[in-house]
């Protein structure tokens, strides 16, 4: 009897332990973000007994088969706060974790500072990193607005179709634009104010990057303030588990007060196991933009559209006409269509092929800084607008990881653009309509590689070869007879062609996890050849002009991570910019300045010298400055000129004084920049940043060109379950008269008689995710109506704006 017991008694033991160490079947579990109710990818999964080690897939789905029903469960991802569930709980949870994204993020990994994914904690750069989340959270009209939310980069804007981003004092042609690893910048950016980063759509976006400094090692010429990558949505596969085509898609519509804007996007993905393909359609109308109300006491009259010319009712072509709403900035609007399609063939781990196509166009966008000037108290223009920009790009790309002897991996990219730029202006009351026409088509090649050594090192080398050919039309036509005459070209009329190759070499060292060395070169070589064959309308001393430049940049750096709260880096680095067509063979007529060529420009060179700390007070709270001094070599500046002896020039039916681009001798940027992170609890967090920078050529201590005055931006964000709030401050201190470049590039008659104001904006943000499918958003932008004009600009910022979005997601 008492053996009997005792058996009975050790089987009941045993089953006890069997079922208690027992494995779940097939068990799965799925990690989504709590405020928007999205898969997390790349979420690090392990329990405590060391059973389950894995990553949650794109789905957010992983497994955890094998785990006991006493171990616990710890998800970890660098943008959201980590959770530690025992089994209990999971069942309970019905196996759906959902995590809380924080502020701070020490170890993102981006993919533009060295063309191969990196965490920052290994970069010396300093990089902004916008993820699609945040930018569907932004709801930005353009991609301009995009980056101005960073309250890192500055944008300058001429008109409503416009936005100019400034990186450290570096403008348009000077800091560079890339698309999915495809140079945009072309031998017509100018080096004034450029909209073109307008043709980008941020709805098509998976994330967007800016490396700030110079990044002429990696990118080639122009990369003198900084680099803007923006990645595009990519085509998903099927997952390993799963079997069955599918279609996922993503669409929403929304609505703006202040610009009467009415904005839809679309994009579906459709997956296989070896074939994806991915398509974007967004559409965008934007009216007139309305200024805020509320103006500075001391200029109670800065930025207001009093009047406005129009068709003449009576015998004249033109009449002005009383603007009784002058906060309603008339002739500012606008429309957009971009459509984008990638396609992705992947037939094993090893190999990857993609087609991707990329097309944007916009209606006529009016000038509006050029429809407010004025000539002996009249207007000065009765119509100049753009004509509709159009931008095609499309691009074979090749993937290839075989992890032999010469790279572990390997990135070829042959694209084509074509870009459409049209001008067409006429004076006030006069039938004479000016076309200037400008059709460039762009041919590169990038390859790059990289191969991990033996002793922890890593080499990254590569090259680009690219090849633009600009066309340059002009005519002028009679909108009362339909006359056709000729007309002066904007660039030569007989074709000009710039061609350029480089190749570069990395090599980057890690002595240890917390100490990382590199360092590296790149040799370009550029030529332009550009032609003037019509002499009616001006008599240069040149007919056939030819400029060639080769150019070596190198950088070297280091970063030291001597625990996971402090990062110190120190960059050394040097970039440069060739002249293109438009710097060298120009002719247009600004501020009642002419600007013509100069056949003697050379390559300006930028040397920079930067260091950077970041403080992680045990990830609460953060604090990232970066303090940068660049030498500026033969800047490229605008300057009094005379061509054939004169100082000036007949140009569209009158004399104008000359100024031409030059080779100043040297000058001098610097400035600083704080970062500060804080999350303050699980639910509420806090972002600020400050951005200081200064610049002055050396040689008659006049201030340069493109600087902004001390901006930045304030957030405090509250999260709750499917809410998410945020009330953010975007600033602008002073930019008094005497600090404006003397030249016409900074837009002083654009300002108030002391200079730019300061101001500084409270806005609201909200969004709400009903279900997995459907999300709301409200934005309330500039709570106050005030009224201000950012530094540079030609027209005054968006006064109170009402925002609403519907999102929807299957």
Known sequence: ??????????????????????????????????????????????????????????????????????????????????????????????????????????????????????????????????????????????????????????????????????????????????????????????????????????????????????????????????????ITLKPKLLDEQEKVTKVSANAFTRFGTANAEKSSHFDFNLAGKKFAARTSVSYSDFGNIKSGRNHLPDYPDFGKRNWYAGPSKGSHIDSVYLNNKNWIQRYSGYRQLNLMERLKFQPDDKIRFGLNFYYSNTSNIDRYDKLTDTKNNMPKYGDWHYGPQKWLISSFTLNYAPRNAWFDESNIIIAYQRLNEDRISRKFDKPDEIHREEDVSVLSVNFDFNKKMYHNGRIIYGGEIFSNIVASKAYRKNILNQSIAAASTRYPDGGSEMDGASLFFKYKHFFNENLVVSGGTRYSYIDLESVFTDTTFYQFPFTDVFLGSGALTGSVDMVWNPNENWKLNILLSSGFKSPNVDDFGKVFEKNGIVVVPNDHLKPEYAYNAEIGL????????????????????????????????????????????????????????????????????????????????????????????HIPPVYGRLSLTYTWKKFRSELFSQYNFWKKRKDYAPSSEDNLDEATIDGTPRWITLNWRNSLQINQSINVQFNAENLFDLHYRPFSSGISAAGRNFNLTFRILV
């Open 1 to 230: 009897m008492q053996v009997g017991k005792l058996i009975l008694a050790w089987f009941i033991w045993l089953n006890f332990l069997v079922v208690l160490s027992s494995p779940a079947q097939a068990q799965y579990i799925r990690v989504y973000s709590l405020s928007t109710l999205q898969p997390i990818a790349h979420a690090t999964i392990q329990s405590t007994s060391g059973i389950v080690n894995t990553l949650s897939r794109d789905n957010g789905k992983a497994d955890i088969s094998g785990m006991r029903l006493d171990d616990t469960l710890i998800i970890r991802h660098t943008a959201f706060h980590s959770e530690r569930l025992p089994f209990s709980m999971l069942r309970r949870l019905n196996f759906e974790i959902f995590l809380v994204e924080k502020k701070i993020h020490l170890e993102e990994t981006v993919i533009s500072a060295e063309k191969i994914p990196e965490s920052v904690k290994n970069l010396s750069n300093k990089i902004d990193m916008i993820p699609a989340t945040e930018i569907a959270f932004q709801n930005p009209g353009t991609a301009a607005d995009m980056l101005s939310y960073t309250g890192d980069v500055f944008v300058q804007k001429s008109q409503g179709g416009g936005g100019s981003p400034v990186i450290r004092g570096f403008e348009a042609n000077k800091v560079l634009l890339v698309m999915d690893g495809i140079r945009l910048n072309n031998a017509i950016f100018r080096s004034g104010h450029l909209q073109n980063v307008i043709s980008i759509d941020p709805a098509s976006l998976e994330r967007a990057e800016v490396v700030y400094g110079p990044g002429s090692l990696i990118y080639g010429s122009d990369a003198l303030g900084g680099v803007m990558h923006f």
């Open 614 to 705: 970041r403080k992680s007070f045990d990830g609460f709270l953060s604090i990232n400055s970066s303090l940068f001094y660049t030498l500026l070599t033969d800047a490229i500046v605008r300057q009094d000129f005379t061509l054939n002896g004169t100082d000036t020039v007949w140009y569209d039916g009158e004399y104008y004084p000359i100024q031409a681009n030059v080779n100043a001798e040297r000058a001098h940027i610097y400035g600083f920049s704080v970062n500060l992170e804080a999350d303050i609890s699980k639910y509420i967090s806090f972002m600020g940043n400050i951005n200081y920078t200064k610049g002055f050529n050396v040689s008659d201590a006049q201030p340069m060109a």
